[in-house]
């Protein structure tokens, strides 16, 4: 699964920056509170970036805290050469190519973020990188997840499927770029927005919650306890 993932997002990444706000309905509010909810007191925050892609989401972060030491990951190493092209003339940043879901990561972070990411794990591995996330957080780290949730019937669903598509449709993309669109998201894996804020408290974050949906765009924040 995690290859063909790899697979559809190296296609798109020449063009993935342009099309996100086209396939995002609520772009600017679904970014920019998860942009509001990276507060760290350090000055030069270790953050690490799950799926980073073309480093959309770092580079919001990195006009709030210029002095970040970032580290990308991403599973497509051509999306990954995009981000380089964003940042090549930042210093602090290191880029890692694999699965984010099996690394080992040696060091600890002040936050962890993602967005548009991990709905590509099963349940399972959601469970288990919510857990690994959380160990390598530094105490009072914080952990911000932009991602899609699954409604909470088939009902429910098929009016998000339907209001995505609508908007989609509307927003100027080619017929290409619908169907590549819409045939990625086939590989979606959505949990609900109750069982991942379960998920992150039993790996034993504070402060859980949904700090903003809509439809089924939504952003989690949670806090790893201090001694």
């Known amino acids: 699964m995690q290859t063909f993932v790899k697979e ?33 007191p350090r000055t030069s925050p270790d953050i690490l970036d799950l799926g980073a ?9 990195l006009q709030k805290y210029p002095n970040a ?7 497509s ?31 600890s972070y002040d936050a962890v973020i993602s967005s548009l990411s991990i709905h590509h794990l099963t349940h399972e591995a959601k469970k288990q990188l919510f857990a690994n996330v959380y160990r390598i957080l530094n105490d009072e780290g914080i952990f911000v997840n932009a991602d899609q949730v699954k409604g909470n019937s088939p009902e429910i669903d098929h009016y998000f499927r339907r209001r995505w598509l609508d908007y989609i449709h509307a927003g100027g993309l ?35 919650d949904c700090m903003y949906k809509y439809m089924d765009f939504a952003v989690f924040f949670g806090r790893k306890r201090g001694k």
């Not at 892609?53 to 972060?61: A, E, I, N, P, W």
């Not at 999306?79 to 099996?102: P, Q």
Request: hydrophobic share 40%.
């Open 53 to 61: 892609g073309t480093g959309l989401f770092s580079s919001m972060v």
């Open 174 to 208: 080619t017929k290409a770029e619908i169907e590549a669109s819409v045939e990625r998201r086939k590989l979606d894996i959505n949990a609900t927005l109750a069982d991942q804020i379960r998920w992150m408290e039993e790996a034993g974050f504070r402060e859980v």
């Open 8 to 40: 559809l997002f190296d296609k798109v990444a020449n063009d993935y920056d342009r099309q996100r706000r086209k396939l995002i309905p609520c772009f600017d509010d679904f970014y920019g509170v998860a942009l509001s909810l990276v507060e760290t």
């Open 77 to 107: 190493e051509k999306m990954l050469e995009k981000a380089r092209e964003r940042f090549h003339r930042s210093g602090r940043i290191r880029y890692v190519v694999g699965d984010y879901a099996n690394l080992e990561f040696s060091q």
């Open 69 to 75: 030491r970032m580290t990308l990951v991403d599973i």
